[in-house]
């Protein structure tokens, strides 16, 4: 997800079970007694028993295979991966995600699903439009799509009705990087200073904020999906040239620079904290504190807002709909097979399994995040309505004709990464003008490509 991204910050963990579901062990390259083991890494705590669930009843079906899940925290997950990747001693399935993937299919760390797909006639068009274009790279497949994520807006519902904002207002919210629309007229109302003004008060103190109307991400790579890239897609950017496999990429587009001034703005109006003031909680936590007011959020994190003692509290919005229409990312992970691995067919069994509705339907049912069968998102949607949670504006996002848009896939993810973060920072700490920051990001951005 999405998010996806650095999707989850748990602390790192590593389970072990009686069932042998769970280990930190790396990929086993023996066969004993006519039994294979399999090794499985994903990073996610919260999804971790819906996959324990898909293993249980995949090991029922095949009593041959026993397969044990890896469950490691997300920075811990990537630099774990990368460091038996380079000692061969990689796990022989993993949870793979779009910014990272690249580097692995290039140096050929990934083994080619194509010939097994149109040898087993896996039906792709099950899943959710968009999801299974993304691990295509040069004809071959380096996974099967896994579930997907979009982008909404999570709020303080008790906060905006003190305000005297209506739920249905949020529904219909426009942007502009102009004056902000209705949104900016929000995020204004939702903010209060500590001596109880808001933030269309004459009076509001911009230097003493009791709550914020809204809470941005600047932890957020070169996509931005937790927030500018969804509104810099909404007034028209566009990250490059194609997509995925794009060689050329567009941060300089006049589109983006004034997106990010518009959060700059927001900061400055004092409706948001000061980036280098921000707390280093994070953003769901301070909503729930009472904090913030308003946030962009994805969809992986909607259990961080649904808990029973939460659930009165918050709610969904979709995003704003901006110059160029109401625009979310829309992400999604795949499950890969390490080139390396001594079972490529108990291995290509297993994620058939995890990519078939005997296991998508069982992730569904815990209502954790959205799988990429199109009929087990249904039972996913079904399964939030029977907790009493409302998460529509998530599914109507992807149902949504040109409602979504893929974050970017190309070459040299991870060192884009920073190149754009640290030149969006330095333009929200006053340190930079937007045109300028971006522009020269943007020149070393693509002089990775030459």
């Known amino acids: 997800m999405s998010s996806k991204h650095p999707r989850f910050g748990a602390a790192l963990l590593c389970l072990t079970a009686a069932a042998t ?103 792709l068009s099950a899943y959710q439009a968009g999801l299974t274009e993304t691990w295509v790279k040069d004809g071959k497949r380096y996974g099967l799509p896994k579930d997907w994520d979009t982008m909404a807006l999570a709020y303080n519902t008790g906060q905006l009705k003190k305000q005297g904002v209506d739920a249905a207002e949020l529904d219909k919210l426009t942007w502009n990087p102009s004056d902000g629309g209705t949104f900016e007229q929000t995020i204004a ?73 518009w959060f700059k703005h927001l900061i400055d109006k004092g409706y948001s904290p000061r980036f280098d003031k921000q707390s280093s909680v994070a953003n769901s936590e301070l909503l729930t504190a009472g904090k913030g007011a308003i946030m962009v959020a994805g969809s992986w994190t909607i259990s961080s807002f649904t808990d029973p003692k939460s659930r009165q509290k918050f709610a969904f919005a979709p995003l704003p709909t901006g110059p160029a229409g109401r625009k979310s990312a829309i992400n999604g992970l795949s499950d890969a097979i ?51 949670d409302d998460v529509s504006a998530f599914t109507d996002a992807a149902a949504t004709k040109d409602g979504t848009f893929q974050l970017p896939v190309t070459e040299h993810g991870t060192e884009i990464n920073p190149l754009v973060q640290d030149a969006i920072q330095s333009v929200i700490l006053g340190r930079a003008q937007p045109q300028a920051a971006l522009k020269s990001a943007n020149e070393k951005v693509n002089g990775l490509f030459k």
């Open 338 to 388: 390490w080139a390396g691995t001594k079972h490529k067919e108990q291995a290509w069994k297993w994620v058939k399994f995890l990519a078939s509705p005997d296991c998508q339907n069982l992730v569904a049912e815990r209502a954790v995040v959205f799988p990429a069968l199109k009929t087990a998102t249904q039972k996913a949607l079904a399964a939030h309505k029977a907790k009493g």
């Open 21 to 123: 579901l769970v280990s930190c062990a790396g990929s086993d390259d023996d066969t004993a007694g006519g039994k294979t083991t399999l090794n499985y890494w994903l990073w996610d705590d919260k999804q971790l028993p819906a996959y324990q669930e898909c293993a249980t009843a995949f090991q029922k079906a095949n009593p041959d295979i026993t397969v044990k899940i890896t469950q490691t925290a997300w920075a811990q997950y990537w630099q774990n991966l990368t460091t038996q990747l380079t000692s061969g001693e990689a796990p022989d399935v993993w949870t793979d995600q779009a910014s990272y993937y690249p580097q692995f299919a290039t140096s050929n760390q990934l083994l080619d699903l194509q010939p097994l797909v149109d040898r087993d006639k896996v039906d």
């Open 189 to 261: 109302k939702a903010t209060v200073d500590t001596k109880g003004r808001n933030g269309l008060d004459p009076g509001f103190d911009k230097n003493h904020v009791k709550t914020y109307g809204f809470l941005p991400e600047w932890a957020d790579g070169s996509q931005g999906q937790n927030g500018w890239g969804d509104l810099a897609a909404a007034n028209g950017f566009t990250y490059l040239d194609k997509n995925p496999w794009g060689t050329h990429y567009k941060y300089d587009d006049p589109r983006l620079a004034e997106t990010i001034a």
